[in-house]
């Protein structure tokens, strides 16, 4: 069972950056999807960033340009590196993990709070 633990959320000021970090366990798929949704109060869950085992990486039109996904297979980590920070990008952040072998996600992570605020 894939166990997915985040890290690197918190408070930021408007312009500024934060890297949060998601570490998987228990994966037994090479060829997987991986990235983060985020969930803002009130508000649906949306597709932030992703990124295919092989390096495919695709991002929601709200964040091109300030955010990057990237990934370190042999540590089974993902990252989301997010710069010049808005406050509407204030939300849950939640990582997941899907095989190619499914059509849904198969594990979730618990999510880590960004809070972008003066």
């Known amino acids: 069972q894939v166990q997915l633990v985040e890290s690197g959320g918190g408070l930021v000021q408007p312009g500024g950056s934060l890297r949060l970090s998601c570490a998987a366990s228990g994966i037994a798929s090479v060829a997987n999807n991986m990235g983060w949704y985020r969930q803002a109060p009130g508000n649906e869950r949306e597709l932030v960033a992703s990124m295919y085992s092989g390096g495919t990486a695709n991002y929601a039109d709200s964040v091109k340009g300030r955010f990057i996904i990237s990934r370190d297979n042999a540590k089974r980590t993902v990252y989301l590196q997010m710069n010049s920070l808005k406050p509407e990008d204030t939300a849950v952040y939640y990582c997941?993990?899907?095989?190619?072998?499914?059509?849904?996600?198969?594990?979730w992570g618990k999510g880590t709070l960004v809070t972008v605020s003066s």
């Open positions: 997941y993990f899907r095989p190619l072998s499914q059509s849904v996600i198969s594990a």
